[in-house]
């Protein structure tokens, strides 16, 4: 975990702002910032107690400061009225990160879709191809051009296809069967966006495995059934935890005086991702691929639980 100072604060669209952090004691006379590559997020431990991921969209290069950007959401559960409504430049904040699990692949082609405040990771990802001379398009979708982050940059890009398709210009939702017509042999999918533009994608595409995504939320469906849940204990070096239905292991860790850190609480964001030194993971989280999960080397303690008595966890 890093102090950084908030330097500077950008409007980029309509509710969006960008945030550029660095070492407390400026970019030019602080330490050199943690690299970080397209894809990766900071978790940002705001003012009111909250923890937030936010994608780095700023340059890779720059070792100097970290950028993200941040959409005012409606719905907020506290975090982006945070920092749309407290944050101010100057504020000193703890930030955790670098941190990927959106990793760009190598792959002959790729093809990247982003929705909304989606565009963070995939506008990285999009210059990085650029300057590498890589075989890309983008396909970047939202509820009208005012609300789309990055557009003009995104448009400068000389080396892939961009396609910007804001749903008031155009008389509704894209047609995605259409975005992934032709794709390139052997191409990869990047999407970032709101769980309907998901869906839609995971819908269209016809080789799941060549899809990557990234989640604001969890999907509505549950990754499992928790009915048939049953106590299980939980043994961290010489204490030991029995978790109850309907409890989290972080939940219980948490009661029983054991800080474990936490941001979502939904199985994607990777925070309390924990190394499980033995027992069998019952996977619920919406992040690990098939190989991780069946690995069985780690899991997401927000809430993930045991196929057996006892779990040991390298806490």
């Known amino acids: 975990m890093a102090r950084l100072r908030l330097i500077r604060s950008t409007w980029l669209a309509e509710d969006i702002v960008q945030l550029e952090f660095a070492d407390p004691a400026g970019p030019d006379a602080g330490a050199e910032l943690p690299a970080w590559e397209p894809g990766a997020h900071l978790t940002l431990r705001l003012p009111n107690g909250q923890a937030r991921e936010y994608s780095l969209c700023g340059d890779p290069a720059d070792r100097t400061r970290y950028a993200v950007a941040v959409q005012r959401d409606a719905a907020s559960r506290g975090g982006s009225a945070c920092v749309h409504e407290r944050l101010r430049v100057g504020e000193i904040i703890e930030v955790d990160g670098p941190k990927n699990n959106f990793a760009l692949e190598e792959a002959p082609a790729h093809v990247l879709i982003a929705g909304g405040i989606g565009v963070t990771p995939v506008k990285a990802m999009a210059e990085a191809l650029d300057a590498r001379g890589s075989d890309w ?8 051009r005012a609300s789309m982050a990055f557009t003009g940059l995104l448009e400068r890009l000389g080396g892939g296809s961009v396609t910007l398709h804001a749903d008031d210009e155009s008389g509704g939702p894209p047609d995605l069967d259409k975005v992934l017509a032709g794709i390139p042999d052997g191409a990869l999918v990047y999407c970032c966006g709101p769980e309907p533009l998901l869906a839609a994608v995971e819908a269209a595409i016809d080789d799941p495995a060549r899809l990557r995504v990234e989640r604001f939320r969890a999907p509505e469906t549950p990754a499992a059934d928790p009915s048939g849940d049953v106590p299980f204990d939980v043994r961290c070096g010489d204490r030991r935890f029995t978790v109850r239905p309907g409890a989290s292991i972080l939940d219980t860790l948490r009661a029983g005086g054991l800080q474990v850190p936490s941001s979502c609480e939904e199985g994607i964001c990777g ?20 190989d991780e999960r069946a690995s069985g080397e780690s899991m997401m303690l927000c809430v993930s639980r045991s196929r057996g008595p006892e779990l040991v966890l390298d806490l």
Do not use: Q
Request: glycine share 8%; with cysteine.
């Open 271 to 290: 925070t309390c991702e924990t190394r499980v030194l033995a027992g069998e993971p019952d996977h619920r989280d919406h992040l690990l691929t098939d």
């Open 137 to 144: 398009r983008l396909f970047y979708c939202g509820r009208s």
